[in-house]
Structures are given as structure tokens and as C-alpha cells.
């Protein structure tokens, strides 16, 4: 009775066994061998100027520039211009200098990203009502003048100002969150502000050098990265609207552990703007990082600000 109960048993979990079998196996046959992304059906040589985007100057206003897609919408445009980066269908520059200017134009497809050769334009005149902004002004002291600015962290570990040197926010986070005058661009929207005493591991505290900007002739940038031991000149374009700004041979100063982490550094945004005090934010590269993607905001504090508080110490210190 013993020996029959076992052997029934036993065939009922063999039973079991050969359906589940069974199952996974037909399920296996159900479910695609691999899991590919589509196929690029665009090539580089299709993203030319005229056949695949227009570049035009306003008929009325020649400083004024008409970036237009003439994708299939099918496409997300992806606009590399002066004045940062958009994936708008059509796209409108405000361009308050002379000079030539590229433009790099691409599209997402199913399959990945695919860019053309760069492009140029040019402008031919000055237009002084483009930075007549009172971002123009906060940040370089206006036309025919230089401001200077400092990260905000000294060789003595001292942050003026911020609570130290570099913040994080959301991928979703600008100007219009940082000053509550308008919605995140994404739902990836948060922010920490650590304190640079008790994180310490951010950046060495240092003489970080200093970052000018100017409106003579043009929009010039000139950086001195001391402690990465290198300096540079280069140019910025100001989106005033999206507070955004593109620098063309030239990055914010930054610590040395950020250096390697950003695969764009003259992608700027704005976060904050005042008299003394500014807030510039690049991406940080998942890839890079092996971390997640993130705005790292650096804070700086302006050249008179910095002597008007160490003037104001130095006062403090004689009167006792």
C-alpha cells in the first residue's frame, strides 16, 4: 500500500514537472530571441542644410535666426546652436554680435542619435537692444565692461555666501525652479544643498582662480582655472528667455573631482543671477559618473562682493 502511495506520488511530480516544462517552453518560443532597437534610417548625409533643416535671418531684423526642421515630425530635431542646445522644430536666436556661428543639427531615431556636418552663419552687425537684458548686465557689468566672479569656496575652507561651493538639482530643475517664477522641465525635479564643512570630499578647499567676463568688442570669456593649472578665452551667447547660456572655448570654474564627470561643459544654465552673487549648472554624465544624471551647480560670488565683505572684516578686526 506503502510502495503504491509513493508511486503515485512520484508520478504526480513528474506529472507537474513535464507541464511546467512544457509551459516555459512555449512561452520560450512565444517571446523574441533578442531585444533590438529599431534600425537608423537616417544618415549623416541626409542632415544637410536646405534638405533636411533652413537657417534664416528675419527679413526685418537680419541679427534675428530661424533655426527650422524640415523632418518628418516622426524625428525629434536636436539643435546644437550659439546659444545652447534645443529639440524644438523651429528655433529662434537673438544674436547681439558679429561674427560667424555654428550650427549643428541632428535627430533621434528609433535606432539612436544621428547628427550632420556642422554649419555656419553669419551676422553682420552689432544689435545693442539684444543685451540690454539685465542678465547681460548683472553678469558682466554691462556693454563696454568686465565683471569678475569667484567660485565661492577659499584656501582656507571659507564659503561666503553659499553654503559651499557646488549644489545638485533634478535634470528638471532651471531658473524658473530655483526662483519660483515657473514649472520644472521634467519630473526630475529636487535639489541638495550640502554644506561644504560636512562635505568636505566635494572639492579641496583652494584657490580656485577666477572667471571674467566682458562686452568689449563682443561677448569674451577669460578663465583661470588654478587649481586645475590651465586658463582659458573663449566666447558666450546668452538665451535670455531660457536662461541659458552657451561658452565656446571656455568652462565655469569647477573642482578637479567634476572635471571628468560633464560631456559638455559650455552647456550652461543659468540657476540664479543677482548683483553678487551667481549660480551656473552644467549636466552631469550618468555614464561618466556612474552616478545619475544631475545638474551640478556651482556658486560663485562676485569680485566686489568678496572685497566689500573682506574690506568689511579687516574694519572689524582694527576697531577691536
Same mark, same amino acid.
Given at each position: ?69 524640415? +523632418? ?104 524658473? %525652479? ?33 572667471? %571674467? ?13 588654478? +587649481? ?16 541659458? +547660456? ?30 553678487? %552673487? ?43
Amino acid at each position: 500500500m506503502l510502495v503504491n502511495y509513493k508511486f503515485t506520488q512520484m508520478k504526480k511530480i513528474i506529472t507537474y514537472a513535464i507541464y511546467l516544462f512544457s509551459l516555459m517552453a512555449l512561452f520560450g518560443a512565444c517571446s523574441p530571441e533578442k531585444y533590438e532597437l529599431g534600425e537608423i534610417d537616417v544618415s549623416p548625409a541626409q542632415l544637410e542644410k536646405g534638405k533636411s533643416f533652413t537657417i534664416e535671418h528675419d527679413a526685418n531684423n537680419p541679427n534675428i535666426v530661424y533655426l527650422t526642421s524640415l +523632418m518628418d515630425p516622426k524625428y525629434t530635431p536636436l539643435w546644437d546652436h550659439p546659444q545652447g542646445r534645443s529639440q524644438d522644430r523651429k528655433v529662434t536666436l537673438k544674436m547681439p554680435f558679429p561674427g560667424e556661428y555654428s550650427v549643428r543639427f541632428g535627430v533621434e531615431t528609433r535606432g539612436g542619435i544621428v547628427y550632420g556636418e556642422p554649419v555656419t552663419f553669419k551676422i553682420d552687425q552689432m544689435y545693442a537692444d539684444f543685451i540690454s537684458d539685465e542678465t547681460w548686465t548683472l553678469l558682466t557689468g554691462g556693454a563696454g565692461e568686465e565683471k569678475t566672479w569667484y567660485l565661492d569656496l577659499d584656501a582656507d575652507g571659507v564659503s561666503r555666501y553659499f553654503k559651499g561651493p557646488l549644489y545638485f538639482y533634478g535634470t528638471g530643475d532651471w531658473w524658473g %525652479t530655483i526662483n519660483k517664477t515657473g514649472e520644472p522641465l521634467n519630473s526630475d525635479s529636487w535639489s541638495w544643498e550640502p554644506d561644504w564643512k560636512g562635505n568636505s570630499w566635494l572639492m579641496p578647499a583652494g584657490d580656485y582662480g577666477s572667471m %571674467t567676463f566682458d562686452l568689449k568688442g563682443g561677448a569674451n570669456v577669460n578663465v583661470n582655472h588654478a +587649481m586645475l593649472g590651465k586658463t582659458q578665452k573663449g566666447v558666450f551667447n546668452i538665451d535670455t528667455e531660457k536662461k541659458t +547660456m552657451r561658452l565656446t572655448g571656455a568652462s565655469p570654474l569647477h573642482g578637479k573631482p567634476q572635471d571628468g564627470i560633464v560631456v559638455d561643459w559650455g552647456d550652461v544654465r543659468i540657476m540664479s543671477l543677482t548683483e553678487n %552673487t551667481m549660480q551656473l549648472a552644467v549636466l552631469r554624465d550618468p555614464v561618466l559618473s556612474n552616478d545619475g544624471a544631475a545638474m551640478l551647480t556651482f556658486n560663485f560670488i562676485s569680485k566686489a562682493y568678496k572685497e566689500s565683505l573682506e574690506e568689511n572684516a579687516l574694519d572689524s578686526n582694527k576697531a577691536k
